[in-house]
């Protein structure tokens, strides 16, 4: 016979999955207020767009497809709309995934008419590069000769009134990369010693521990950890997206982690005492 | 690092590595017996194999989500090995791939162990597919493919990625007996999670040379751990030096290291 | 000598209608080549591998281990990389071929012998049909943009989100006070974890983030620390074992050393 | 604005990810459907792209537009893979398959260099770290980051004992250091299992949304 501690530590999986499930959607239909402090590392980010320079160019480079879209389509957005809230001209610049340009653009090309930004004026896409080291290598040198055209309407950079006065990294004011990958290496290394812009990072939260060192020392001036980041972020920007929605379930489906493995421990020992198998 | 004169002295401990790996290939070659120590997860591999001839239900193998390279080799190489002891069995064999160069020669291998098993009448040669080279639709072919075969035992060996734990969860819950093995340090946890049995780190590949006894693999090993004894020195003389202040950075053994 | 400048010469581009023709005198000579091939006995055939393997590698070893020509990062092999690139690329991206024949071959013979879910099968083979046909002949249309974000980007998210359930059993059945291993284990995931979430960090928020001893006892920062100072090292000196694991089978498989099942070449059997 | 979504899709694309979600209760006759058709597609998509990324801006516009017509004998290397259904001539597709690895394997040397090399001096972490060591601003103290570097090291140390293969591990002080390092194998994957599981959350919160806001309109 099986006694109360035992099932515990047997929990039939599919309970366990609709639980889950149940937890999701209540989360998200119900917003439960949970404390949100925003971390250091958010205002990081935060505060790199607010002391940009406007005369400046903003580079947002995205290296994510649809498989990650639940942490860094948000982090884009977030990052994108502080960029025209401060009407800060930007481009689009993608790497790793040739999906990851469309679905950057299509952030951007959303949040445009909210923010009266025209393309070309205020905005541009670059588009994707297979080759992340060579283009950064030669945008160092000269932004207009290694990217020749862009990616919308297929147009000599030069021909956009964006680039008029931007060179290289030399007018670069801001850099942020939103990826689901590390490929802040390319970016470090290549890039940030001939650039005065602060960098900023906005990898998926699988990716986020690896940075720390680079916060650390100082070459990384912000970042958005995962969900999580974005949703901080949404709170300074005072508006209520996605993740300021989806925060609630992402903590609340860790707490029903954390109460699994109390029960599971806690019919594991409550068994043993009572001589059952452990 | 683009080319060896950047920093020469990386590149000539990396030329130094090769060397010692070779030379011990050599010698073992020449007949030198070496020794290998016991890796517990490959002894598990007959009692998997057993468990599925008992139970006649299917053996699942999966070479991971890379290409035709060292890794997807190396994890045919030991499928091999394993496939040799399975068709003494009779075991139903599966091995769905998600490269078609990798595919090509999967095929080739697993026919081969069949013969050299001398069953080459047991080859199925649908028991070797191509199911997909995007990730998570291979992951739901093998994902569907575990339930419906209620496999007995699964052996993951190769790169893997995220999908690690959807074919380790999918195992577990028909109840099959696992060995896992990968270089993504990442996936580890998964596999440890759900697997029975994991080859951790360069145990994968240390494990042909484990189950073959083959002496230019074994020789092969053993200039490995030279080469691993020798960057724990270069690591322990590196790290004394950077605490002399007389030497810190700047001191010519650290140089030769920094790109 | 000039090994890019010799290739130009020796290789000139074709002009006019040698654009066609050229090609094709190179398939009749392969056509030819073929039956040379064949014609080899066992020992050559073994050792013409062998020596196509060295060359390939050959290549890169030599690319990566040549000085460099002063004031330049490129010495008499690097312009070809990019090309070599390619060939490996287009080499690789022939294989598809087979790939998908083995698809296409095992669901055709499940449709025509009406086995079991067939109808699956015969799905998979209209999916292959109308996703190649819609993106290499109508890749500028709503159809292709929505099939492919819609319907193939939503599945690949949707499988990838499946593993929010498994990493939950996962854990609940992985993490129990059983051993030091799985002790270990789960106290290392709980605490990065209660560093991660909002409320793990509200928890420790009041103490100060900088400037204090205390700060060490944030719950991020113990979690940072743990990936830091205990994930980092343990992680790398896995990586250094595999490094030179990876490096010492590159050696085998260059130098076809390598014996076992498929290595021993076995060009001399047929 | 370019149009992205058709209604169409967004119901084949939520009904599809109700029935791959199925899996994890039972696997069944709607999973089974939709794992055919996302497979089928992926194919597809998988041709596509060979095409129109790989052989035709690589292979055939070189080939016949720029008269590159070497680029003929890649044919030939591609066309030998397929020797391997053949018994006569399968030998022949080890040509195109050897060639395909010596280039793999040559790489190893420029990978292993760059990959380790900077790990390798990474890890030359003083043991004893003074004020003026730390990088400004840092908050950790002198003795608790000499603490932290001699952590790192016997980590290091403990670990690569571990994957020794060659000999007995017989010796006293080997066993407890391998055990160690074990220990602390164990500790790190606990670390990177944690630090995975709000990434996956994450994930499923985004499509029970993408079910409930852009097929349902819920919300």
Known sequence: MSSFAENLQNIDRRYLYLTLLLIVVIGLLVPIPLPLAVGPQARGVYDAIEKADPRKLAIVSTLWSASTQGENRPQTRVIIEHLMRRKLKFALIAFGDPQSTILAYEVADELAPKYGYKYGRDWINFGFRADIAGTLKGMVRNIEETLKQDTKERKPLHQFPIMKGIRNFDDVGFIAEVSASANYVSWLGLVAGSTDAPFCYAPTSVMAPELYTYIDSGQIAGMLFGIKGAAEYERMLGIKGFTTRAITPVSLTLILLFVLIGLGNYGMFASRRQGGKA | MIHASDRWESAILIALLSAIVLLTIVTAQRGRKYFVRRIPGLNAIDEAVGRATEMGRPILMVPGLSGLGVVGLQALTIFSYIIKTAAQFGNRLIMPTADSALYTVAEEVVRDSYTAAGKPEDYDPNSVYFLSDRQFAFASGVAGTIFREKVAASFLFGDFFAESLIFAEAGQQVGAIQVAGTVSTTQLPFFIASCDYTIIGDEYYAASAYISREPTLLGSLVGQDYCKIIILLVVLIGTIAMSIPALGAKWFFIQWFTL | MNLQKFLISAFPAAKGSMIWIAPLLVIACSVVLFFVLQSLPGRARKALIASLTFLAGLFYALEFFWPVRKGTDENFLTFAVPTVGNVINVLAAFTLGLGVFSLVRIHTGKVVKQREGWPNSAVLLISIVVMAVAGIRFENTLFFRSLFRDVLNSFDAAMFATLAFFIISAAYRAFRIKSAEATLLMVAALVVMLGQIPIGQYLTHWIPENGSFASIFRLDSISNWLLLTVNAPATRAIGFGLGIGGLAIALRLWLSLERGAFFEAKADES | ?219
């Open chain 4, 1 to 219: 604005m370019i149009e992205y979504s058709h209604p169409v899709g967004i119901w084949i694309g939520a009904i599809g990810t109700l029935a791959l979600f199925s899996l994890i209760l039972k696997e069944n006759w709607l999973y089974r459907l939709f794992e055919h058709m996302f497979i089928g597609l992926a194919a597809g998509y998988t041709i596509k792209a060979a095409w129109h990324e790989i052989l035709k801006p690589q292979w055939w516009i070189p080939m016949t537009r720029d008269g590159q017509w070497p680029w003929a004998f890649a044919l030939f290397g591609g066309f030998l893979f397929y020797t391997i259904f053949t018994k006569r001539y399968n030998w022949m597709s080890r040509i195109s398959i050897g060639i395909l690895l010596g280039f793999a394997a040559g790489q190893a040397f420029q990978a292993t260099a760059n990959l380790y090399i900077p790990q390798i001096r990474g890890s030359f972490k003083p043991l004893w770290v003074t004020q003026s060591m730390l990088p400004a601003g840092s908050q950790v103290t002198p003795l608790g980051q000499s603490l932290n570097n001699i952590l790192f090291l016997v980590i290091i140390i403990t670990v690569m004992t571990y994957f020794f293969f060659s000999f007995e591990q017989k010796n006293r002080v080997i066993q407890s250091t391998a055990r160690t390092g074990r220990l602390m194998l164990m500790f790190a994957f606990g670390a990177i299992f944690g630090s995975t599981v709000m990434a996956r959350m994450a994930l499923l919160i985004d499509r029970v949304w993408f079910l409930m806001h852009r097929w349902l309109g819920i919300g």
